[in-house]
Structure formats: structure tokens, C-alpha cells
């Protein structure tokens, strides 16, 4: 019944007088649906065979796994002079460095961005050259405590929303220093580098960190991607950076930069 259903619906969408967008939404719907339905359907009308339940298998049926780390992958923790632990993820590239050395990607979201970005470099790495990607997290599940203080400047509290508590705040300048001044030498120590080609990429309240560290520091990073940061935050405190931001670039004509998010930020500078 399934596949019946599928070919029926591709076979609409495959008709020479259909749309080629609409043929291609036609063939998505179809398979999401069908698999989705397979998905419903008891075991026994969905699969031929009867399953063995992982509970009727014996031990020696079980396979012996074993952990799995990405190739070239790798993690050490670091502290920071008052103390605070943090755990730093590197994935290095198999080819040979530039003449001017690797180009950086730093994460500030290793629990969901570095896997993907290490994953993507690697396999774009023919197409755009070798990059290292680094990742700075925490060594505790303490993830959301941790960010809240690392990333966010100073802040007067009496601004932000009452619905919660919002714990320890503004730490985004000490963290600042402590990717200038401990991360960014430790990764050199691993690989050469190329120090005019050095990314800063967060999501969140990563991105917001992004943003104020591209205000007031823009020559730390060549290149700032900031996903989703929340504006809002501290009565939209971010966007009084803006001017002082504006006026630097105009000093410094031969710097381009534009940040656009949904219209709320727009800077340009053009040489």
C-alpha cells in the first residue's frame, strides 16, 4: 500500500506538464509521507519479518561497541587565571598548512556547533582549502549557567525579563581576554596559523557575545558570524555599541563591514 501510494504520487510529480518546483515538492511530500506512515504502522504490517526485541537477544548477539571520535579531533581542559575550568575542542585539517597558515574558525556553542563545523570543513576542505576549527565549552552540564556569565557584557539587571532568574551576568570582556590571551597561543601551539584569517562564529547568546566583541574589539577576528543573538537583551544595550562601532570603521576606511539582522543592525563602510 505504501509503495503504491508513493509511485502514484511521483508519478504525478514526474509528468512532463508539472512545474519542476512543483514536481520536486510533490516528490519530498511523497517520501516524507510514506516513511512517516511506515513509521506508524505496527511492526508486523511494516516489516515482512518478525523483529528480534533488543531485550530477547542474547549477550553474545550484542556487538561490542566502541566510543567514535572524528578523525583529527581533539579536547583538553584549560583554567583561567581566577580559577574557572573550560574545555577546549580543536579539530585540525590532514593537508598542509598555507604558506601563511591555517585559517580559524572559533565556536562558542562546541555542544551544537562544533561537530557540524569540523564535519563541514573537512568535507569541503578540497573546494576552499585546510581551516582548524576550535570550540570553547565547559567541562560541567552547568552549560546554560555558564554562558549566561561568559557571553553577555555588563548588564544592568533591574533590564531584563522578570520571568526567571537569571543568575550571574557579564563576563563577556574577562572571556574575551581569555581567548586572546590563553586559547588563541594554545592553538598555535598545535599548527601554524594564519592570524589575518581568524573567524568568530556564535549562536545565541554566542551571537551576542559576537557582536559586542566585533563593537569594541574589531580586529581581534577578521570575519564575525553571529546566529540569532538576542538583541533584546538588556534593553537592546547592544545597538549604543553601534556608533562608537561606525565611527572606528569610518577612521579606518579601508575596512568594509555590514551587519544586518532583520534590519535591526546596518552598518556600512565602503573604501
Not at 570582556?173 to 584569517?197: G, I, N, T
Request: charged share 20%; hydrophobic share 40%.
Amino acid at each position: 500500500m505504501i509503495r503504491k501510494a508513493c509511485d502514484k504520487r511521483l508519478s504525478e510529480a514526474a509528468r512532463p506538464d508539472a512545474p519542476r518546483r512543483v514536481a520536486g515538492r510533490a516528490w519530498i511530500a511523497a517520501c516524507l509521507s510514506s516513511v512517516l506512515l511506515a513509521a506508524s504502522l505496527p511492526a508486523s504490517t511494516a516489516a515482512s519479518g518478525s523483529p528480534v526485541a533488543s531485550a530477547q537477544m542474547s549477550t553474545s548477539q550484542k556487538p561490542a561497541l566502541q566510543p567514535y571520535s572524528r578523525p583529527r579531533t581533539f579536547q583538553w581542559s584549560m583554567r583561567r587565571r581566577d580559577g574557572r575550568a573550560f574545555e577546549i575542542y580543536v579539530s585540525l585539517p590532514d593537508a598542509a598548512p598555507p604558506p601563511l597558515g591555517y585559517p580559524v574558525i572559533y565556536a562558542l556553542d562546541p555542544s551544537t556547533a562544533f561537530a557540524t563545523l569540523a564535519d563541514a570543513v573537512r568535507t569541503h576542505e578540497p573546494y576552499f582549502g585546510p581551516v582548524v576549527v576550535v570550540a570553547i565549552g565547559y567541562p560541567t552540564d552547568a552549560e546554560i549557567p555558564n554562558r549566561l556569565f561568559d557571553l553577555t557584557p555588563e548588564t544592568d539587571r533591574s533590564t531584563l525579563p522578570t520571568y526567571q532568574s537569571w543568575g550571574p551576568t557579564g563576563g563577556a570582556d574577562a572571556f574575551f581576554q581569555f581567548v586572546q590571551d590563553d586559547v588563541k597561543p594554545a592553538v598555535a601551539a598545535l599548527a601554524p596559523l594564519d592570524l589575518h584569517r581568524q573567524a568568530l562564529f556564535g549562536h545565541s547568546l554566542g551571537g551576542l557575545f559576537a557582536l559586542h566583541i566585533l563593537f569594541t574589539h574589531p580586529d581581534a577576528f577578521s570575519i564575525y558570524v553571529a546566529g540569532s543573538p538576542p538583541i533584546w537583551w538588556g534593553h537592546r544595550q547592544i545597538l549604543q555599541e553601534v556608533a562608537g562601532f561606525r565611527e572606528r570603521l569610518l577612521n579606518h576606511p579601508t575596512q568594509t563591514a555590514l551587519v544586518d539582522h532583520h534590519r535591526r543592525i546596518r552598518v556600512r563602510c565602503r573604501s
